[in-house]
């Protein structure tokens, strides 16, 4: 049995490829105005909550400042990200990977078991026990999945103009456009941080078996 | 320090394979179709005259953001505001039976509409205030669209960077409800800062297509001859997408 199931493998690679590219366009669209506000509307420091630092280019795409090319970008690949979740959601919950690698115990949920846990992750023991996840592993995944990725989706679709007239409901949810907004760049930043947090882990516990894993599938060890 | 090296190498590298995707030609097909998609799902998951929200008369902001454009120099503009507009004239043309022009009078004497809206500019940010004028379709209707217009082109009295502004939409926006030919803010005659003394609202887009400044509403057949044939002066001046719903 491979480690990972073949749609798990695609959507990895191509969800990898469609969040990098859309982070760094969107950068581009963070310095066409670097101020971040609650409500509906906001456009003078006086009534921002956050003042944003201008992101250097390198870091941005296309690599200067070009609000239309970004916007080009992001246009483009939230449409291979958007359905891209889509499919792994339906994928992991009619392979059952959902049910049975990501959704937790209640019995996990204890703090004693959680300290365990934690306490192991801080002396680098990645060992898994009888799952293929550990509470840790199965909280993030289960976040990233489940709230991070499609709030990425929620809030960009709240941000369109066009979408309003049908989806207006959903802007009032999130408090208001500008509300939005804010969102939008925090979820970013929200999986930005598990990004980094995930390769770290990646390259703590053997980063040579768990790229080929991800890639060919490996073997259930 | 060699960390960031490895990285800012690494972003380069990535940032260099994008851009040389978005420079061929499958690459620049692919971002322009993807504009496209977009619109397409707008447009059948939103009725062509549903609303864009209207506010109440507290959310306005306390004041309205003004961005391109905020004192035209060129043509006549200074002079028509030192005598306050009173000469000012729209001519509403092209593919029409009836060409007419416009005095701010006959305007101010056409049925209004007056809407709160919120505007969103590309940039990021949102404004909202209270705007009134006539629907764009009593005005196209009054000259009568010929069968063959399948664009309206808005034609405007600034002169950025050498370059006249003007925009379009199709006739679905031009058509639509809200859209409207604004003469006054928040109960006030446009302040020049805003598109003195007549700018359009389609609420449905982004900020760069309410054209300010607005001296003529011309109907079209095709945008390939108007400007440099983008449709807009952000569209034809940087590639700013045509369809600004998204």
Known sequence: MKRHALSTRLWHWLNLLCVVVLFMSGLTISNAHRRLYWGDWGFAPEQAWLAVPRFPDWMTIPGYYSLAVARDWHILMAWPYALGLLFMWVAMLANRHFVRDIATRRSEWRPAAIWRDVRAHLRLEFDHGAGKYNFLQKLAYGLVLGVFLPMMVLTGIAISPGMEPTFGWLVEAMGGRQSARSLHFIFAFALAGFFVVHVLLVLLSGPIGQMRAMISGGSQA | ?246
């Open chain 2, 1 to 246: 320090m060699k960390r960031r090296n490895f990285l800012v190498t690494l972003g380069a590298a990535f940032v260099a394979g994008c851009n040389r995707v978005a420079d061929s030609q499958p690459g620049q097909a692919l971002l322009g179709a993807a504009e496209k998609w977009h619109e397409s799902a707008h447009r059948l998951l939103t009725d062509r005259t549903a609303l864009a929200p209207e506010y109440p008369r507290s959310a306005i902001s306390p004041y309205f953001r003004g961005n391109g454009s905020t004192d035209p120099q060129t043509g006549g503009y200074p002079a028509h505001a030192e005598e306050g507009f009173a000469n000012w004239r729209l001519t509403v043309g092209g593919l029409v039976e009836t060409p007419l022009s416009l005095s701010m009078e006959n305007i101010r004497r056409l049925p209004q509409r007056t809407q709160i809206t919120r505007h969103d500019c590309v940039e990021g940010w949102s404004a909202i205030g209270e705007w009134t004028g006539p629907q764009l379709s009593l005005l196209l209707d009054a000259a009568g669209l010929r069968e063959e217009a399948r664009f309206i082109v808005f034609r405007c009295a600034d002169n950025l960077n050498g370059q006249d502004y003007y925009e379009s939409v199709d006739l679905i926006d031009a058509y639509h409800p809200q859209t409207i030919v604004a003469h006054r803010l928040n109960g006030k005659p446009l302040p020049i800062r805003n598109g003195a003394p007549l700018r359009m609202r389609i609420e449905r887009q982004l900020g760069y297509k309410h054209a300010k400044y607005l001296t003529g509403i011309e109907a079209v057949a095709s945008l390939d001859d108007i400007g440099l044939g983008k449709g807009g002066y952000w569209e034809d001046r940087a590639g700013y997408q045509w369809y600004a719903g998204i």
